[in-house]
């Protein structure tokens, strides 16, 4: 195996097949420092606290663990209806010089199994025996991929569980549910899980698995349309799965689902929620080997700050907005505004307005209503109330996760919020102040190099940290794309096979024009990464307005195997 240098706290263990992969990350549990392992094609992704052990010291105690875990074993097969109209079907076909018709025909013939999950929630990455099916990504990856997209790309075929960004060569769709939190578990396709896909017809409306998990049926089970149901309510239609959600899909839970006590008559309701206004706190890590991202604040800098200064935990939920936004107060409290910086004004329910300052805890009456201006500096604001935000936790989170639909929804106009009363401390009036980046800006970000620099020229390692990138506005919560004059050139042709990603990675598709992750990215990905940003640069990035110019520094403190150098072969 080879060691590869991932972030400051990751490493990325490469191994010589899929089936090495899987018995390496079964061999890893329970070892200490880990905070979680997410397998790849030909990967190990290895998350560590710094503060518990030391790469050094954790790359030899990897390298020493034998492993004697056996393969995945076969488990249910699940049956998935297909519509074969993928918008990249006849490229596929061309590329692979057969007709569209021996693609489809191939597809359905082959049997394919689950190898592992990742990406995002619920989506598994799915191989066979029929060697057609090894197709490059796309060029570019597009910006939207539509729920229910059966796509091929690496050897791999996928199902998009909802609309997301994406690489994938996309050949057909299908409704199958691949991800519902009412469901135990939530995905439908665990590693190990047979997939057999069909022809949809008229009645395959429906797909999907009993309230068990396949790989609890048995080596032997089948799970079909026609098993199904009509009034089984884990087994719906896309459409009718987000019938009352918002745009995104996601549903917004109310006061009383909360699970937490909140206080009594305290509550924000959403007059203008900007362009996009959601729950945050420090997230859920621990999950990514099953497709969920840690998520959280994309400012947790900010989100620390604000709770100190009306006296709450550090993770507590707060709200992350990004652009002008209004907010309604229901009963008494204390509130602060965090992150970006622009005007801030509170008028109370007689019209009478009084002055607020950044960064200072402020006292709040019923009726008041607090009006953000777009940022002058900086991209979200974080506004935090004392006592937090008593909204459902999932997965141990009130984050919402864009990417992956975990979580409370983005917030819309007239949703109210209930507070919370998780306080533990006085106020803090003394603000801790910080200078963000304006529009045209230049920032300084740091970087470690690695895990895939060797797919790189050497002059592209130069450009990387020599030229100035451009924030453009294809940028989210998701990641960030970045526009540079000279692209970044690749040494190396073809495509990287799937593997473990972390916050901050600066992933390179083929175009030459970075993308860098952000809190809420895919776990998984095949475009290499040639860099990642250090811990402390990662909430500056977060900040990020489009139209800002970033230039990378190679961080002298690099996480590193024992040799000393990016990577080290066992």
Same mark, same amino acid.
């Given at each position: 195996?080879?060691?590869?240098?991932?972030?400051?706290?990751?490493?990325?263990?490469?191994?010589?097949?899929?089936? *090495?992969?899987?018995?390496?990350?079964?061999?890893?549990?329970?070892?200490?420092?880990?905070?979680?392992?997410?397998?790849?094609? $030909?990967?190990?992704?290895?998350?560590?606290?710094?503060?518990?052990?030391?790469? *050094?010291?954790?790359?030899?105690?990897?390298?020493?663990?034998?492993?004697?875990? $056996?393969?995945?074993?076969?488990?249910?097969?699940?049956?998935?209806?297909?519509?074969?109209?993928?918008?990249?079907?006849?490229?596929?076909?061309?590329?692979?010089?057969?007709?569209?018709?021996?693609?489809?025909?191939?597809?359905?013939?082959?049997?394919?199994?689950?190898?592992?999950? /990742?990406?995002?929630?619920?989506?598994?990455?799915?191989?066979?025996?029929?060697?057609?099916? #090894?197709?490059?990504?796309?060029?570019?990856?597009?910006?939207?991929?539509?729920?229910?997209?059966?796509?091929?790309?690496?050897?791999?075929? /996928?199902?998009?569980?909802?609309?997301?960004?994406?690489?994938?060569?996309?050949?057909?769709?299908?409704?199958?549910?691949?991800?519902?939190?009412?469901?135990?578990?939530?995905?439908?396709?665990?590693?190990?899980?047979?997939?057999?896909?069909?022809? %949809?017809?008229?009645?395959?409306?429906?797909?999907?698995?009993?309230?068990?998990?396949?790989?609890?049926?048995?080596?032997?089970?089948?799970?079909?349309?026609?098993?199904?149901?009509?009034?089984?309510?884990?087994?719906?239609?896309?459409?009718? $799965?987000?019938?009352?959600? /918002?745009?995104?899909?996601?549903?917004?839970?109310?006061?009383?689902?909360?699970?937490?006590?909140?206080?009594?008559?305290?509550?924000?309701?959403?007059?203008?929620?900007?362009?996009?206004?959601?729950?945050?706190?420090?997230?859920?890590?621990?999950?990514?080997?099953?497709?969920?991202? &840690?998520?959280?604040?994309?400012?947790?800098?900010?989100?620390?700050?604000?709770?100190?200064?009306?006296?709450?935990?550090? /993770?507590? &939920?707060?709200?992350? @907005?990004?652009?002008?936004?209004?907010?309604?107060?229901?009963?008494?409290?204390?509130?602060?505004?965090?992150?970006?910086?622009?005007?801030?004004?509170?008028? #109370?329910?007689?019209?009478?307005?009084?002055?607020?300052?950044?960064?200072?805890?402020?006292?709040?009456?019923?009726?008041? *209503?607090?009006?953000?201006?777009?940022?002058?500096?900086?991209?979200?604001?974080?506004?935090?109330?004392?006592?937090?935000?008593?909204?459902?936790?999932?997965?141990?989170?009130?984050?919402?996760?864009?990417?992956?639909?975990?979580?409370?929804?983005?917030?819309?106009?007239?949703?109210?919020?209930?507070?919370?009363?998780?306080?533990?401390?006085?106020?803090?009036?003394?603000?801790?102040?910080?200078?963000?980046?304006?529009?045209?800006?230049?920032?300084?970000? #740091?970087?470690?190099?690695?895990?895939?620099?060797?797919?790189?020229?050497?002059?592209?390692?130069?450009?990387?940290?020599?030229?100035?990138? $451009?924030?453009?506005?294809?940028?989210?919560?998701?990641?960030?794309?970045?526009?540079?004059?000279?692209?970044?050139?690749?040494?190396?042709?073809?495509?990287?096979? @799937?593997?473990?990603?972390?916050?901050?990675?600066?992933?390179?598709?083929?175009?030459?024009?970075?993308?860098?992750?952000? %809190?809420?990215?895919?776990?998984?990905?095949?475009?290499?990464?040639?860099?990642?940003?250090? *811990?402390?640069?990662?909430?500056?990035?977060?900040?990020?307005?489009?139209?800002?110019?970033?230039?990378?520094?190679?961080?002298?403190?690099? %996480?590193?195997?024992?040799?000393?150098?990016?990577?080290?072969?066992?």
């Amino acid at each position: 195996m080879r060691i590869l240098t991932a972030s400051q706290a990751a490493l990325l263990i490469e191994t010589t097949d899929l089936n *090495e992969a899987v018995r390496l990350n079964a061999a890893w549990a329970g070892v200490p420092g880990v905070i979680e392992r997410v397998p790849g094609a $030909r990967t190990v992704l290895v998350r560590f606290d710094p503060r518990q052990v030391t790469a *050094e010291r954790l790359a030899e105690t990897l390298r020493a663990t034998a492993s004697d875990a $056996r393969d995945v074993p076969p488990s249910a097969e699940v049956t998935i209806p297909v519509r074969y109209d993928g918008d990249d079907l006849d490229d596929v076909a061309r590329e692979l010089n057969i007709s569209a018709d021996e693609l489809v025909g191939r597809h359905l013939a082959a049997g394919w199994q689950v190898a592992f999950t /990742g990406f995002a929630p619920g989506f598994g990455y799915l191989v066979c025996d029929d060697p057609l099916f #090894d197709v490059p990504r796309r060029p570019s990856p597009r910006t939207r991929v539509p729920a229910g997209s059966v796509a091929l790309a690496g050897g791999f075929t /996928g199902v998009y569980p909802r609309e997301s960004p994406g690489g994938w060569q996309l050949i057909g769709r299908t409704d199958a549910v691949l991800w519902d939190l009412q469901r135990d578990p939530p995905a439908l396709l665990a590693p190990g899980t047979r997939v057999r896909f069909v022809r %949809a017809s008229a009645r395959d409306q429906v797909v999907g698995a009993s309230s068990k998990s396949p790989a609890s049926e048995g080596p032997a089970s089948e799970i079909s349309a026609s098993e199904i149901p009509d009034e089984a309510p884990v087994e719906r239609r896309v459409a009718a $799965r987000h019938a009352d959600a /918002g745009a995104d899909g996601l549903v917004v839970p109310t006061a009383s689902d909360a699970g937490v006590a909140p206080a009594a008559g305290r509550a924000i309701e959403v007059v203008r929620p900007g362009l996009q206004l959601l729950v945050q706190d420090l997230g859920r890590p621990g999950y990514a080997a099953q497709g969920v991202s &840690a998520s959280g604040a994309a400012d947790r800098t900010a989100l620390r700050d604000a709770n100190r200064a009306v006296g709450n935990p550090p /993770g507590a &939920a707060a709200l992350e @907005s990004v652009g002008a936004v209004a907010l309604r107060f229901r009963g008494e409290g204390v509130a602060a505004v965090t992150g970006a910086t622009g005007d801030l004004s509170m008028t #109370d329910a007689r019209g009478d307005e009084r002055p607020i300052a950044h960064g200072i805890p402020f006292a709040t009456r019923d009726g008041d *209503e607090l009006v953000l201006g777009s940022p002058a500096r900086g991209l979200r604001y974080t506004i935090a109330v004392r006592g937090g935000l008593a909204v459902l936790a999932v997965l141990g989170s009130r984050s919402s996760d864009t990417l992956g639909g975990v979580g409370p929804a983005p917030l819309a106009a007239g949703d109210v919020v209930a507070v919370g009363a998780d306080a533990i401390d006085a106020v803090d009036v003394f603000p801790w102040e910080r200078m963000l980046p304006a529009p045209g800006d230049l920032v300084d970000l #740091d970087i470690t190099v690695g895990p895939r620099d060797d797919w790189f020229t050497d002059d592209a390692l130069r450009v990387l940290t020599a030229q100035e990138w $451009r924030v453009t506005s294809q940028s989210d919560r998701v990641g960030m794309r970045l526009q540079g004059d000279v692209p970044l050139e690749r040494a190396r042709a073809g495509e990287l096979p @799937s593997e473990g990603v972390v916050t901050g990675a600066i992933q390179v598709p083929s175009d030459g024009q970075p993308v860098l992750f952000l %809190a809420d990215h895919p776990v998984t990905g095949g475009y290499p990464i040639i860099a990642a940003l250090t *811990e402390a640069s990662l909430d500056l990035a977060g900040q990020l307005p489009p139209g800002a110019r970033v230039r990378f520094r190679v961080n002298a403190e690099r %996480a590193t195997p024992p040799a000393g150098s990016a990577a080290l072969t066992a």
